[in-house]
């Protein structure tokens, strides 16, 4: 099959020799985009690492690459506003292109501790690296702390709870203690509220590694976990409403009346597109789609729950190499064709993914692909009781909800 590289636009019949679902014409087109194609090919010759992921967010200007154990490894759950995390990118950016460090260094670098090391070393002995950046990371060693646990974020999540309970009016005299008693006795939707209120002010707001609190707020229609405007906008809306008032909103679906209502609608309506669709819908039928694309920012060696991932195909893979595989053909559903996240979801709705993308005019795929994705993608087996698999459907997504909802306040108790 012909089909254009998509280095230089040449028609070719020739493939990624890895994986053979991208067309380059040439090994010199292969080897240039190679940076970028390594974390999306199927047989990419060796374990890839974190800072592959890195090196292909800074190659694609698409911070899609920057998930979970990414952005953890090389500083971003360190950073504490958007301009640090301005700065940080166009650091990356100098020792990837300027510096000329190959993601294998940087990979040695940061196990073996040396990081900010190695980094600060290659700044000094580099022409034509920012002094700027030097300047900063002389400043901010801790940016770079090789311990790769994310404690850091748990403590300061504990330590904000007391704040936020006196926040919203607790009895100044509470322990910790007495608070965890007292919110025992709160609805489900309460607690939410209020552990989303630690996150908010502890640290900007809640990790896609959280999906729950990532999806029902809003976060999910963002494609990126870093510098995104939704962040300040729900911290300057707690201090303008009460929490009774938070709540209530949360409860019924009404966060965009609340955000209207406190004058903050200029700012909401400049939010992505679906914003409002996922509000509204939050907290009790949010559409599964969200959690897919959340998984998709956010990729960890941890699978997803497989109740959000049943409607679209995982738990017809075979064994983990297809669940990568076809983890790699949501990706580029989802963010190379853009295709609308809502539109996805109708089409599992109606067990119709891959009639739905196969008569899309952008899609290209081998004759082994499409036998993949026709077999994986048929999901009706899965309806394990008579109706639709619209209303098969809708059941799990509510199901998947509550699952989901107990799952996350059972791991923020321990």
């Known amino acids: 099959m012909t089909r254009s590289c998509i280095v230089c636009g040449t028609?070719?019949?020739?493939?990624?020799?890895?994986?053979?679902?991208?067309?380059?014409?040439?090994?010199?087109?292969?080897?240039?985009?190679?940076?970028?194609?390594?974390?999306?090919?199927?047989?990419?010759?060796?374990?890839?690492?974190?800072?592959?992921?890195?090196?292909?967010?800074?190659?694609?200007?698409?911070?899609?690459?920057?998930?979970?154990?990414?952005?953890?490894?090389?500083?971003?759950?360190?950073?504490?506003?958007?301009?640090?995390?301005?700065?940080?990118?166009?650091?990356?950016?100098?020792?990837?292109?300027?510096?000329?460090?190959?993601?294998?260094?940087?990979?040695?670098?940061?196990?073996?501790?040396?990081?900010?090391?190695?980094?600060?070393?290659?700044?000094?002995?580099?022409?034509?690296?920012?002094?700027?950046?030097?300047?900063?990371?002389l400043d901010h060693p801790a940016i770079f702390d090789p311990d790769p646990n994310t404690s850091h974020i748990t403590d300061a999540a504990q330590d904000m709870k007391l704040v936020v309970w006196r926040f919203i009016g607790g009895p100044p005299t509470d322990t910790l203690d007495d608070l965890d008693r007292k919110a025992d006795d709160w609805p489900l939707y309460k607690q939410c509220c209020f552990h989303f209120y630690v996150m908010v002010m502890a640290y900007g707001g809640p990790l896609a590694a959280l999906p729950v609190p990532w999806v029902v707020f809003g976060y999910c229609v963002f494609n990126s976990p870093v510098d995104m405007p939704l962040r300040q906008l729900y911290r300057d809306l707690i201090d303008k409403c009460t929490f009774e008032e938070f709540c209530e909103a949360y409860r019924t679906s009404r966060l965009v009346q609340l955000m209207d209502s406190k004058g903050f609608r200029s700012r909401r309506i400049q939010m992505p597109e679906h914003f409002e669709t996922v509000l509204s819908q939050s907290p009790n039928y949010v559409s599964t789609v969200w959690y897919l694309r959340t998984y998709l920012i956010d990729q960890s060696d941890e699978l997803p729950d497989p109740m959000i991932l049943l409607p679209y195909g995982f738990a017809n893979c075979r064994d983990r190499a297809e669940f990568a595989r076809l983890i790699h053909f949501y990706a580029k559903v989802l963010r190379d064709w853009a295709i609308p996240p809502l539109a996805l979801h109708d089409a599992a709705v109606h067990d119709g993914i891959?009639?739905?993308?196969?008569?899309?005019?952008?899609?290209e795929s081998t004759t082994p692909e499409r036998r993949f994705l026709k077999r994986v993608l048929k999901t009706q087996n899965w309806w394990l009781f008579g109706g639709s698999s619209s209303t098969a459907t809708q059941w799990i997504e509510l199901s998947a909800f509550v699952y989901l909802m107990i799952l996350y306040h059972a791991r923020n108790r321990t």
């Open 354 to 363: 891959y009639e739905y993308v196969s008569r899309l005019p952008i899609f």
């Open 11 to 137: 028609l070719t019949k020739k493939t990624c020799t890895g994986c053979a679902n991208t067309a380059y014409c040439s090994r010199k087109c292969q080897t240039g985009d190679w940076l970028s194609h390594i974390v999306d090919c199927e047989s990419p010759g060796r374990e890839l690492t974190t800072a592959d992921h890195l090196a292909a967010s800074i190659f694609k200007h698409d911070t899609h690459y920057m998930k979970g154990d990414t952005a953890k490894d090389y500083g971003y759950f360190r950073i504490l506003s958007a301009q640090e995390g301005t700065i940080l990118d166009s650091i990356w950016v100098e020792v990837i292109f300027a510096g000329g460090v190959k993601p294998p260094t940087l990979h040695k670098w940061r196990i073996e501790g040396r990081l900010h090391q190695e980094v600060v070393a290659l700044y000094r002995t580099t022409a034509n690296l920012s002094p700027v950046n030097l300047a900063w990371l």
